[in-house]
């Protein structure tokens, strides 16, 4: 799985954290509009041009156009079932991961020491049940969409601590995925419009996810040059 990086990828990749940098700190608060929307999803718009131009195996590139289109449908007004699309962009993104980074260890053969990833995977496990036992009596129909969501995105947490140590940044990727998606849950289900709340929650979802993104890939291309 060869890629290169040349001036292309790393301008696109540019422009990708200066629009996640730009709507963390001047559009995250204001209304949903389309330009707040079109920022928000040049975000991993710009990302997986970028890999695709490096030529990347193809389900990584997926799985960063999965997250585009989560992030698009998530920004816009709940309306024609967007909230349930976002949902399920980022399943097929979980998914997609998941697979990632089940490939890469299969082939690594790299498992010791095996302690801390047993013990990553049981706090990933314990946290994500106390997180649906806490989230239950809120999601009335949606948990339809949300339960399956956090079935996977926790299996791709777990799958995520077997990746070879070379791929490290891919499990802290994973981490704040998790934290930045529990909290939005959160945000959705639990917390009321004008809760004070959420000046907290707001700028946490948003640059746990950017986090998790920007780490999960560069855990990937890690783990890849390393074997």
Do not use: H
Request: net charge neutral; proline share 5%.
């Amino acid at each position: 799985m060869g890629m290169e990086f040349d001036f292309v990828f790393w301008a696109l990749m540019a422009l990708s954290l200066g629009a996640a940098a730009a709507y963390g700190t001047v559009f995250l608060d204001r209304p949903k509009t389309l330009l707040r929307a079109g920022v928000k999803t040049l975000f991993m718009g710009a990302m997986t041009t970028a890999f695709v131009t490096a030529g990347a195996p193809f389900p990584l590139v997926l799985a960063l156009a999965a997250s585009a289109f989560g992030d698009l449908f998530l920004a816009l007004e709940n309306k024609n079932g967007t909230l349930s699309l976002g949902i399920l962009s980022f399943l097929i993104a979980q998914l997609l991961y998941f697979l990632i980074f089940f490939g890469i260890w299969f082939f690594s053969g790299d498992n010791s020491p095996l302690w801390p990833r047993y013990a990553a995977i049981a706090l990933v496990v314990a946290t994500s049940i106390g997180f649906l036992i806490w989230m239950g009596p809120k999601l009335g129909w949606m948990a339809i969409g949300v339960v399956p969501y956090a079935i996977a995105i926790t299996g791709m947490a777990c799958m995520a601590m077997w990746m070879p140590w070379a791929g490290w940044p891919a499990m802290i990727g994973a981490a704040s995925f998790l934290v930045s998606d529990f909290v939005l849950s959160a945000e959705l289900f639990r917390l009321s419009a004008d809760a004070p709340a959420r000046r907290i929650t707001a700028p946490m979802v948003w640059w746990t996810y950017v986090a998790a993104q920007v780490l999960i890939v560069l855990g990937v291309v890690l783990a890849v040059f390393a074997s």
